[in-house]
T-cell receptor, first 113, second 108 residues
Framework: SQTIHQWPATLVQPVGSPLSLECTVEGTSNPNLYWYRQAAGRGLQLLFYSVGIGQISSEVPQNLSASRPQDRQFILSSKKLLLSDSGFYLC????????????FGAGSRLTVL | GIQVEQSPPDLILQEGANSTLRCNFSDSVNNLQWFHQNPWGQLINLFYIPSGTKQNGRLSATTVATERYSLLYISSSQTTDSGVYFCAVNSGNTPLVFGKGTRLSVIA
């Protein structure tokens, strides 16, 4: 089964600073990878997904970007954070070989001050 | 795109009570999952259930794909069942679409 590692778990950053959240996946190969954000309240918003190395699809316009430099690595970045970027960021992976199940990492909680 | 509606939005239960959470979706799907988000934010997959019925301990789920709904049953609820329950669906290779969740509070 898949294991998703996310870091850092918590992060406090000033407005205008850069951001890098990392996600790595174990136990699968060539997965579909996803970044979700959960802001105040409880809805999950899909930010980016990737079906392969270097292939990124963006779901919403924003000042965030994503990259997939390796098969099982997914990175969420920003050059200059905004207050509205605060939230809980979740990386997820779907193993395309077997059951069509989405598995989540433990999340990264970002506070922008 | 597919719309997902969950009900009720909030639910308060006495420990030991049973409950049913509902998920309606607007189009045909080939994937439906139920998740539990614990107080620390971790999303745990409960069921992968695009159709039929499954049971895991005190939890069970039923999806009636032809009528576009799924039900999650929690029996003999415990305080550790508290959290937010999400339903998510997709078709083909598209990303999962999540409902807004049901926030469950189980009180002792």
């Amino acid at each position: 089964s898949q294991t998703i590692h996310q870091w850092p778990a918590t992060l406090v950053q000033p407005v205008g600073s850069p951001l890098s959240l990392e996600c790595t996946v174990e136990g699968t190969s060539n997965p579909n990878l996803y970044w979700y954000r959960q802001a105040a309240g409880r809805g999950l918003q899909l930010l980016f997904y990737s079906v392969g190395i270097g292939q990124i699809s963006s779901e919403v316009p924003q000042n965030l970007s994503a990259s997939r430099p390796q098969d099982r690595q997914f990175i969420l970045s920003s050059k200059k954070l905004l207050l509205s970027d605060s939230g809980f960021y979740l990386c997820a992976s779907r193993d395309r070989r077997g059951a069509n199940v989405l598995t989540f990492g433990a999340g990264s909680r970002l506070t922008v001050l | 795109g597919i719309q997902v509606e969950q009900s009720p939005p909030d639910l308060i239960l006495q420990e030991g009570a049973n409950s049913t959470l509902r998920c309606n979706f607007s189009d045909s799907v080939n994937n439906l999952q139920w998740f539990h988000q614990n107080p620390w934010g971790q999303l745990i997959n409960l069921f992968y259930i695009p159709s039929g019925t499954k049971q895991n301990g005190r939890l069970s789920a039923t999806t009636v794909a032809t009528e576009r709904y799924s039900l999650l049953y929690i029996s003999s609820s415990q305080t550790t069942d508290s959290g937010v329950y999400f339903c998510a669906v997709n078709s083909g290779n598209t990303p999962l679409v999540f409902g807004k969740g049901t926030r469950l509070s189980v009180i002792a």
